[in-house]
């Protein structure tokens, strides 16, 4: 197995506007009950925090769960953040039995992107981030095929060809568990052509996203549009999602559809699908990226 790096600088992250520095992001996701918005108000309030945007939802169901999402400015934040996450834990987490996260607005997240041969999806995310579209530093692009090589290095990423066959792919997703080394925070599936394992999917330790060309639950697995076709359907669509190791049943962040006619062969079918895939996956990566997406049993809560 022989996996060939072309390593360029990574492109230095967008700075964001002035002053953004200081924003923070708490997400909370905890057991349900009366009390919570004031006790992280109040937390807030006390360490000089000042709530810019705040958003909640409950599940309503007795025994439910209880999502939030903040958005607070703190001045000197950077050098603030790691005690103000040891505050939260023991004044707020521990009282609630929370999961919570707080991090600094501006740092954006480290994605690897993952693709075969359609490029449409890769290129699309590459342009949005180089433009600061997206709040991402793409820190590798990992390939089953060395044919999207010289589009990525005009962005200045580097590019993983990672061969992989069936007999392979364990050794394969091995150099490619070596290849991300931790360094990111988000992998994504661009019309990545290969299932990825269950050993794979628990040792990458971060979210996989994986944009389905159909619109889930119909026409999961492989060769949607041909199926599609077959059936005679009036509405094509793209679905982003969260990958798990049942192959396109993970809980779904984001759908969109367009009208087709019966004129429409496969590749007219391909051909207008690919406009929705890219601005699914687009508004997915954002949306998690943003602290926007909380998990709840196979859906997604989307504030
Ligand atoms: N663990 C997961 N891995 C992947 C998911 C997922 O949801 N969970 N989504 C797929 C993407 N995909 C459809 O969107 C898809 C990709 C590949 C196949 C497939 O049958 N692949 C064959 C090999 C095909 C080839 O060599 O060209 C295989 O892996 O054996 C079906 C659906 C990405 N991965």
Redesign the pocket.
Known sequence: MTATVSRRPAPLAPAGPAGTGDIGRLVVSCPDGPGIVALISAFLHRHGANIVQSDQFSTGAAGGRFMLRTEFHLTRLRERLHLLRRQFDVEVARRLGAEFRVRAAATPARVAIFV?RHDHCLLDLLWRARRGELPIEVVAVVS?HPDLEPDVAAFGTPYMHVP???AT?PAAERVQLDLLRGEVDLVV?A????????D??DRVGVP?I????SFLPAF???S?YERARQRGVKLIGATA?Y????????PIIEQDVVRVSHRASVADLARGGADIERTVLARAVAWHCADRVFVHGATTVVF
């Open positions: 075969s089953n992989v066959t069936r792919k599936l019309r990545y052509m290969q299932i990825l394992s269950g794979f999917l996989v994986n944009i389905h060309h999961a697995g492989a949607p999602h990958a798990t190791e049942d192959l396109d049943e993970g």
